[in-house]
C-alpha cells in the first residue's frame, strides 16, 4: 500500500538532490535546470496532498498548475539572462559573477 | 505486492536516479538527459497519483517545452571549458553534508507523520477546471499576464541589439568596488543627467549644485 | 464626545504634510511645502493648547483600539491625554512652529527646501506619536520613525562630506540603544504580557511583577533613552548630528527629540521607582554626562558644537534630577531647556546666517550688527546659566533642591559644579561671539541682521525663557508641579538658590574678567597640555570605541576569514559574513568631528575593506549560509 508518506519522502529526496545541485553547480545552466528539479519536487508534494488529503475538490492540483506556470516564465527569463550574460562576457561559470559584492 | 507499490517504486527508482544523473553527470548534454528521465518518471507518478490532467501538463510543460528550452540555450552559449563545472571540494562536501542532513530530518519527520486522509474518488479534470474557472479565475489571468511579461522580458533581455552596454567583468582585484576616479564620476553624472533631461525628467532627489561636478552640470 | 477623543488625529496632520511633500516632489510650488508644515503644526499647538487645558482641569482620556490578536494575546494601541503628553504636546508643537516659522528665512535659499519641511513634517508627526501613545509598543514605533527623520534631518547636505557619516553615526549609536528599549519590551511582553501604561503600571503597584525582570526592564528602557538622549557612553554621536541645518538642530537636537529619552524615564518612572538600583544607575549616568558635557564644551570654538556639548549636559541633569527620583523636576528642567536651548540653537543660526563660520574666534563684536540676536542671546544664556529670574534658574533650582533632599551628596555637588561650568562656557561663548573686539580672522564685518521671519521667533522664545520658569517656581506655588499631579509642595531652599547663583555669578564674573578685561588669559586653562588634550579630544571617548571595540571586532573577523580559508570553505563565512556586519555597523561609531584624527578613519575604513573580501560576491556562498541557517531552523524545531 503507498501512503501520502511515500510520495513526501520521494519529494523530500528529490528536492534535496535539486538543493544539493543549485549549491554545487558551477554552470548556470545547471542550477536553472536544478531549480527546476526543486518545483517538481514541490509540485509531487502538493499533487499528493489534493489526492489524499482533499480528494473532492481539486485545490492542491490547482496550485501545482499555478506553479507551472512560475516555472515556465522563470525558466524563460532565466535562460535570456544566461544567453546575454554568455553574449556580453565570458562567464559560463556561476561563481565567477561576482558582482554582487557589497 | 500490488501492482500500485512495484509502479511507485519503480516511477520513483527512475526520478532519483534521473536526478542524481542531473547533478552528478559531468556534461552538461547528458544533465538535461537525465532531467527529462526526471520529469517523464514525474508524470508518470501523477498518473499513479490519478490526476491524467496533471500527468499531461507535465509532459507539455517540462518535459516538452522547458527540456526543449533548455537544450536550445545548451546549443547557443559557449561550451564550458572541460571539468569547468566543478566546484571545490569543501563546497561539495558541506553542501552534500547539509543536503542530507535535511533528508535525514524531513525522512524521519514524514516517515513518523500521520496524515488525515480522506477517502473518497480522486477527482478528474471537469473537476479541475471547475475550480480553476470558478474560484481561481483572478490568479489563472493573472498568471496568464505573468507569462506574457516573462516572455516580453526574455526577449528584451535576449535581444541581440543590446542597447544597454554592459561592461565585461574585470578579473578579481581590477576594480575595487566604490573607488571610481573622478573622471569616471563625472561621467557617469553627466551621463546620468543628460538621459534625464532626456527624458524630461527631473528627479526629485537631484543634486543640489554643490554635488554635482562642474564639467558634469554644464555637460548639458 | 468629548474633543480630546480626536486628539489621535495630531500626528496624523504633520504626517499628511509629510505624505504631500513626498507624493508631489518638485511639483509642489516651493512656498506651498511650509505653509502645509506650518498651518498643520499650528492646528497641533491650538489643539495642544485645548488638550492643556482639558488636563488641568483633572481630566483624562484614554482610548485604546485592538491591533493584533494571536490566540488568547490581543495587543491594543491607542493614545493616553494626561497632564504630562499635554505638556509635552505643548512644548513639540510650539517648538516646532517657531522652528518652521525661522526656516523660512534660514532655508530660503536651499534647492530641497520642500524636502526639508517635509522631514521636519515628519519628525514632529513621530515625536507626537511618542507622547501621545498609551504603550511603549506604539511608542518605540513612533520612536524609530523619530529616529528616522533625525537621520534624514542630519544628512539633510548629503554632498558634504561631513553629512552623511554623521547621520550614520547618529543612526546606528542611537539605533544601539534602541535595541535595549526592543529587548525591554520582549521582557514586559513575557512577564506581564501588555504594553499599555495602565496595565503595567497596575502589576508593578500590586508588585505582581517584581524582581530582577523588572530591573533589567527598567535599565533596558533607560539604555534607549541614553541613545536619544546622549548620555554617557552613547552620547558620541550629538555632537556630529550638528552637521544638519541648524533649525533642525534646535528642534531635534535640542529642544524635543533628544528630551524624548527624559520623557521616557518619566513616563515609565513606576518601573524605575520600583528598585533603588535603576534609580542610582540613572543618576549616575546622568551626573556623569552633565560634568563631562559640560567640561568639554568649555573647549569647544564651533558655537554649535558649544550648545551640542551644552546639550548633552543640561539632559544629564534632568536624568539626575531622574535618579533623585524627582521627575517632575526632570520635565520642568526638560520643559524650560527645550524653550531657552532652542532660542539659543536658532540665535547660532542667526550667527552663522550673518557671518557664515561656525568658529567663536571668527566672530566678535556682533552686538552692534545684530541688535535683536544678540539680546535674545544673551536672555537664553543667562537662563542656561541659571540667573534669576529666568527660567533656567527656576528648573535648575528644582534639581539641585531634589539632589539636596534626597541626600546624595554627590550628585548635588556634581550639579553645582555643573552649574558653574555652564555659566563660564555660555559666558565664553557670548563674549567670543559678540563683545570681544573682532580679531584678524573676525568674518563679521559684513555681518547684518536677519530677516524678521528670524528673528521673530527669537523674540518669542526669548520672552518665554525669561517667564516660562515662573510657572514651576514657588511664587506661583508650583504651579507646574500641581499640574503634573505632583501636589506636596517643597520647602524652598533659599541658601542652595543662593549658593547656586553665588557660583554662576562668579563664573560668569571669571568669564568676563577673562575674555573681556584680560585680567586672566583668555582660554588659559589650554595652557595646560594635560587639559588641553582631555577636552579637545573629548575624553577620547571616538578613540576608546576605535580601539575597544572597532579594532577588536575586525581582528575577530580578521582572524574568522583566515581560518575560513584554512578551513571549511562555506559554513563559516556566514559567521565572518555577521563579523563583518557589526564591523561595518561599529567602523561608523570611529567618525571623528572636526578635530583632526582623519587619518584613524582613514585606516578603519581600508581595514573594513580587507574584511570585507569575506563577502564574496558569489551567490551560492550566500545561497548556502540561508540553507544552512534553514536546515538548523528545521532540526531544531522537527519534532
Excluded at chain 3, 497632564?83 to 508643537?93: F, H, K, N, Q
Excluded at chain 3, 556630529?240 to 531635534?252: C, E, F, N, Q, V
Excluded at chain 3, 542671546?377 to 531634589?402: Q, R, T
Excluded at chain 3, 575560513?564 to 561595518?584: E, F, K, Q, T
Aim: proline letters at 4%.
Amino acid at each position: 500500500m503507498i501512503t501520502l508518506n511515500h510520495y513526501l519522502i520521494l519529494a523530500a529526496m528529490l528536492f534535496c538532490i535539486g538543493l544539493f545541485g543549485v549549491l554545487t553547480s558551477k554552470s548556470a545552466l545547471r542550477v536553472v535546470i536544478c531549480v527546476e528539479l526543486v518545483l517538481n519536487a514541490v509540485n509531487i508534494n502538493l499533487a499528493a496532498f489534493s489526492v489524499y488529503v482533499a480528494p473532492r475538490e481539486a485545490v492542491g492540483v490547482n496550485f501545482v498548475i499555478f506553479l507551472m506556470v512560475v516555472a515556465a516564465a522563470e525558466v524563460g527569463l532565466a535562460l535570456a539572462l544566461l544567453i546575454t550574460l554568455n553574449r556580453t562576457s565570458d562567464i559560463s561559470a556561476i561563481d565567477r559573477i561576482t558582482r554582487m559584492k557589497g | 505486492m500490488s501492482s500500485d507499490v512495484v509502479m511507485f517504486y519503480t516511477y520513483a527508482l527512475v526520478a532519483v536516479a534521473g536526478a542524481l544523473g542531473l547533478v552528478l553527470a559531468s556534461r552538461l548534454i547528458h544533465a538535461v538527459m537525465s532531467l527529462f528521465a526526471t520529469l517523464f518518471a514525474i508524470a508518470a507518478l501523477y498518473l499513479l497519483l490519478g490526476s491524467e490532467f496533471l500527468a499531461a501538463m507535465q509532459l507539455f510543460v517540462y518535459g516538452g517545452a522547458i527540456t526543449v528550452l533548455v537544450l536550445f540555450v545548451l546549443i547557443l552559449t559557449r561550451p564550458a571549458p572541460e571539468g569547468a563545472d566543478r566546484t571545490r571540494k569543501g563546497t561539495m562536501w558541506t553542501a552534500g553534508g547539509v543536503c542530507a542532513l535535511f533528508f535525514g530530518v524531513l525522512a524521519i519527520t514524514l516517515g513518523r507523520a500521520d496524515f488525515r486522509v480522506a477517502a473518497g474518488q480522486s477527482h478528474d479534470a471537469a473537476s479541475l477546471a471547475s475550480i480553476l474557472f470558478s474560484r481561481y479565475v483572478l490568479p489563472f489571468e493573472i498568471a496568464g499576464l505573468v507569462l506574457t511579461i516573462a516572455l516580453i522580458g526574455a526577449i528584451v533581455l535576449a535581444r541581440e541589439d543590446d542597447v544597454l552596454d554592459t561592461p565585461s567583468d574585470l578579473p578579481e582585484g581590477a576594480r575595487v568596488p566604490g573607488t571610481m576616479t573622478l573622471g569616471e564620476a563625472a561621467a557617469a553624472a553627466a551621463t546620468y543627467v543628460k538621459e534625464e533631461a532626456a527624458e524630461g525628467l527631473a528627479p526629485d532627489a537631484a543634486p543640489s549644485p554643490g554635488s554635482v561636478p562642474a564639467e558634469a552640470g554644464g555637460a548639458e | 464626545m468629548e474633543l480630546a477623543a480626536y486628539s489621535w488625529v495630531l500626528p496624523l496632520l504633520p504626517l499628511a504634510a509629510f505624505a504631500v511633500v513626498l507624493a508631489t516632489g518638485r511639483k509642489l510650488p516651493r512656498q506651498v511645502a511650509p505653509a502645509l508644515g506650518i498651518t498643520t503644526v499650528g492646528l497641533v499647538f491650538l489643539a495642544s493648547l485645548y488638550l492643556a487645558s482639558f488636563t488641568a482641569s483633572g481630566q483624562e482620556f484614554q482610548a485604546s483600539t485592538e491591533w493584533l490578536k494571536f490566540g488568547a494575546v490581543t495587543i491594543d494601541f491607542g493614545i493616553l491625554v494626561d497632564p504630562l503628553t499635554a505638556t509635552m504636546l505643548v512644548v513639540v508643537a510650539f517648538v516646532s512652529l517657531l522652528v518652521q516659522v525661522y526656516s523660512l528665512g534660514y532655508m530660503a535659499e536651499d534647492d530641497r527646501f520642500r524636502w526639508y519641511y517635509g522631514a521636519i513634517s515628519l519628525f514632529t508627526a513621530a515625536m507626537l506619536g511618542v507622547v501621545l501613545s498609551n504603550g511603549w509598543l506604539l511608542m518605540y514605533m513612533c520612536w524609530e520613525v523619530m529616529g528616522l527623520a533625525s537621520y534624514l534631518l542630519i544628512g539633510f547636505w548629503y554632498a558634504d562630506d561631513k553629512a552623511p557619516p554623521a547621520a550614520m553615526k547618529a543612526f546606528l549609536v542611537t539605533r544601539f540603544g534602541d535595541v535595549g528599549f526592543g529587548l525591554a519590551l520582549v521582557i514586559m511582553f513575557l512577564t506581564v504580557g501588555s504594553f499599555t501604561f495602565e496595565t503595567v503600571f497596575h502589576s508593578v503597584e500590586t508588585h505582581a511583577w517584581a524582581g530582577p525582570t523588572l530591573i533589567a526592564c527598567a535599565l533596558l528602557l533607560f539604555m534607549g533613552a541614553m541613545g536619544k538622549s546622549a548620555q554617557f557612553p552613547l552620547h558620541v554621536w550629538l555632537p556630529d548630528a550638528m552637521a544638519g541645518p541648524t533649525p533642525g538642530s534646535a528642534l531635534i537636537h535640542a529642544a524635543t527629540m533628544v528630551a524624548a529619552g527624559v520623557y521616557l524615564v518619566a513616563r515609565s518612572f513606576p518601573l524605575f521607582e520600583a528598585s533603588p538600583v535603576t534609580l542610582t544607575v540613572v543618576g549616575t549616568v546622568g551626573t556623569i554626562t552633565a560634568v563631562m558635557g559640560a567640561l568639554i564644551a568649555l573647549a569647544m570654538n564651533d558655537i554649535k558644537k558649544v550648545l551640542a556639548y551644552s546639550t548633552i549636559s543640561q539632559l544629564g541633569l534632568m536624568f539626575l534630577a531622574l535618579g533623585t527620583g524627582s521627575w517632575v523636576a526632570a520635565m520642568f528642567h526638560l520643559m524650560t531647556h527645550a524653550f531657552f536651548k532652542a532660542l539659543l540653537f536658532l540665535g547660532a543660526g542667526s550667527v552663522i546666517h550673518a557671518t557664515h563660520t561656525q568658529d567663536l574666534h571668527e566672530m566678535g563684536g556682533l552686538w552692534r550688527k545684530m541688535p535683536w540676536t544678540t539680546a535674545t542671546w544673551v536672555l537664553g544664556a543667562l537662563s542656561l546659566a541659571g540667573i534669576p529670574p529666568l527660567a533656567g534658574f527656576w528648573s535648575k533650582d528644582e534639581i539641585l533642591l531634589s539632589a539636596l533632599r534626597s541626600g546624595q551628596t554627590a550628585f548635588l555637588v556634581a550639579g553645582l559644579f555643573t552649574a558653574a561650568l555652564t555659566a563660564f562656557y555660555m559666558g565664553r561663548a557670548t563674549l567670543l561671539a559678540f563683545f570681544v573686539a573682532p580679531g584678524p580672522q573676525s568674518k563679521s564685518a559684513h555681518a547684518h541682521e536677519s530677516p524678521w521671519v528670524m528673528t521673530a521667533p527669537l523674540v518669542v522664545l526669548a520672552g518665554l525663557a525669561v517667564t516660562v520658569g515662573l510657572v514651576g517656581s514657588p511664587l506661583m506655588g508650583y504651579a507646574f508641579a500641581g499640574f503634573l499631579g505632583e501636589h506636596e509642595a517643597a520647602e524652598p531652599s533659599l541658601i542652595l538658590a543662593g549658593v547656586a547663583v553665588g557660583i554662576a555669578t562668579a563664573a560668569i564674573a571669571l568669564a568676563w574678567s577673562s575674555y573681556l578685561k584680560g585680567f586672566f588669559e583668555p582660554d588659559g586653562y589650554f595652557r595646560s597640555p594635560v587639559v588641553t588634550k582631555l577636552l579637545s579630544r573629548k575624553f577620547w571617548m571616538d578613540e576608546i570605541y576605535h580601539h575597544g571595540v572597532i579594532r577588536p571586532v575586525i581582528w575577530v573577523s580578521e582572524g574568522l576569514r583566515r581560518t575560513d580559508n584554512a578551513v571549511v570553505d562555506g559554513v563559516v563565512r556566514a559567521v565572518g559574513w555577521v563579523g563583518l556586519r557589526i564591523s561595518a555597523v561599529l567602523a561608523v561609531f570611529d567618525r571623528k568631528g572636526v578635530d583632526g584624527a582623519v587619518d584613524s578613519l582613514g585606516n578603519s575604513v581600508t581595514e573594513a575593506g580587507e574584511v570585507r573580501r569575506i563577502h564574496t560576491g558569489n551567490v551560492q556562498t550566500y545561497l548556502m549560509c540561508f540553507v544552512v541557517a534553514v536546515v538548523l531552523l528545521v532540526v531544531v524545531f522537527a519534532r
